[in-house]
């Protein structure tokens, strides 16, 4: 994939000698949590996406696993900005993890220890033909129901949620889709497999409350907050499968993903299948903020890493 240093428990290893052991405990029983920054390139050199609140995420996913971190919140972001500086890439993607060691078997994993390593990547299109502004992804309703808080703790980005998200993610790419929305068992939409979703119907803009087991994303909180920035009205409500395919516009949000438009969801067209006005607005303005063209949210929301 790439060639660089990973961040291990405090340590920078070459890229190819990041390795764990095989009876690892979350390989077996998915007793992972995670993260998914972004860095990108400004006019003042490097910065992070909204780094504290990520950590935050991970830190409060540990707290739920009750995974004893070892390092405060200052040393992760830290970590993370070495890991970034360690490597030579100017704009990457940023994967933190803390996972159950290998020690004991079984499915407790309390008796292992804790480690964290973290890893950054060159990740320009995580969904088909994202680089295109214009283009609108084509997604179908996976048939998979999302798991929710019944079953998981929906606030923590854990391995194990993703065991689920991919079941539905294979399912529509081998459909001929490029990405799944899932539902929850009441049949109220609730995501993409990793990323938020949003619908415009008229002039009002839509999301599905965390409720629905939608995890709290960090894109789909940015939005809401330019939104309300830039007087756009929306409304944080269930949604039914239908109003999708009713959906003046539709896109979706998501570290890796960004804001991706949508075209078409279930063979039905959604607007004229490319990004609409309202997408179009939010993404340029996410855009401008992530590259540190917009002094008030750059200013809150990006981590320099040479400062
Ligand atoms: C299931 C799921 N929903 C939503 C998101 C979007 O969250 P964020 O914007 O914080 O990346 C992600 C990505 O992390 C995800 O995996």
């Known amino acids: 994939m790439t060639v660089g240093r990973i961040w291990i428990d405090g340590s920078l290893v070459k890229w190819d000698e990041a390795r ?9 029983y998915g007793t992972g ?10 006019m003042n050199g490097r910065a992070v996406f909204r780094l504290p609140d990520h950590i935050q995420r991970l830190i409060n996913s540990c707290k739920i696993y009750f995974m004893d971190l070892r390092y405060s919140k200052t040393q992760l972001q830290d970590a993370v900005i070495d890991t970034i500086s ?21 499915v407790n994993p309390l008796p292992n220890k804790v480690s964290v390593a973290i890893a950054v990547w060159k990740w320009d299109e995580y969904l088909k033909n ?22 998981m703790p929906m606030h923590a980005k854990a391995t194990a949620n993703y065991a689920n998200s ?11 889709f490029d990405e799944a929305i899932m539902l929850n068992r009441n049949g109220m ?15 009002l803009l839509i999301t599905p409350p965390l409720t629905s087991g939608a995890l709290d994303g960090i894109t789909r909180d940015s939005i809401l907050t330019i939104a309300k920035e ?52 939010l993404k340029s303005s996410f855009e401008t903020i992530v590259h540190g063209k917009d002094k008030k949210f750059s200013k809150r929301w990006l981590t320099y890493v040479n400062q």
């Open 20 to 28: 764990i052991h095989i009876l690892t405990h979350s390989l077996h």
């Open 189 to 203: 939409v609730v995501e993409a497999s990793a990323e938020n979703i949003f619908i415009v119907r008229g002039n």
């Open 230 to 281: 830039y007087k756009i009205p929306y409304e944080i409500r269930d949604i039914l499968r239908d109003e999708l395919y009713l959906a003046d516009e539709l896109f979706l949000t998501g570290t890796a993903a960004e804001v991706r438009p949508v075209g078409e969801i279930d063979n039905r067209l959604i607007g004229d299948g490319k990004a609409g006005v309202i997408t179009k607005r």
């Open 33 to 42: 949590v995670f993260e998914g920054i972004r860095c990108y390139k400004t």
């Open 166 to 176: 991919a079941l539905a993610r294979v399912e529509a790419l081998k459909a001929g």
């Open 86 to 106: 360690a490597n030579g890439i100017e704009e990457c993607y940023i994967r933190p993890i803390a996972y159950y060691g290998y020690g004991k078997m079984g």
């Open 130 to 151: 994202q680089t295109d502004p214009e283009s609108g992804a084509r997604l179908m309703v996976s048939a998979w129901t999302r798991i929710d808080a019944m079953s």
